[in-house]
């Protein structure tokens, strides 16, 4: 079994930045993915990011210049540095972690951007 926690979510002015965590624990295999996806209200939940073991990143079109993703694999922990925040993107944020054919999931992490 998996677990993730996330953290570092907020609310945060726009033009702002904040920076998520996500660290997973349990029985972690060496090659997996991990990543971000985001659920707006009343809308489907949509990839953000991606990184493999080896620091190969997929971006969604929306996170594109603007989100970093990266990982600590001592640490089994992946972060999303996010900059230039929109209100577009408040979101509850999920992490998620991909090996051998399962998916595991974080109960989410909230991010709000307003003035």
């Known amino acids: 079994q998996v677990q993730l926690v996330e953290s570092g979510g907020g609310l945060v002015q726009p033009g702002g930045s904040l920076r998520l965590s996500c660290a997973a624990s349990?029985?972690?295999?060496?090659?997996?993915?991990m990543g971000w996806y985001r659920q707006a209200p009343g809308k489907q939940r949509e990839s953000v990011a991606f990184?493999?073991?080896?620091?190969?990143?997929n971006y969604a079109g929306s996170a594109k210049g603007r989100f970093t993703i990266s990982r600590d694999n001592a640490k089994n922990t992946v972060y999303l540095q996010m900059n230039s925040l929109k209100p577009e993107d408040t979101a509850v944020y999920f992490c998620?972690?991909?090996?051998?054919?399962?998916?595991?999931w974080g109960q989410g992490t909230q991010v709000t951007v307003s003035s």
């Open positions: 998620c972690l991909s090996q051998k054919g399962e998916v595991y």
């Open positions: 349990g029985s972690i295999f060496s090659i997996n993915t």
């Open positions: 990184i493999s073991n080896y620091g190969t990143t």
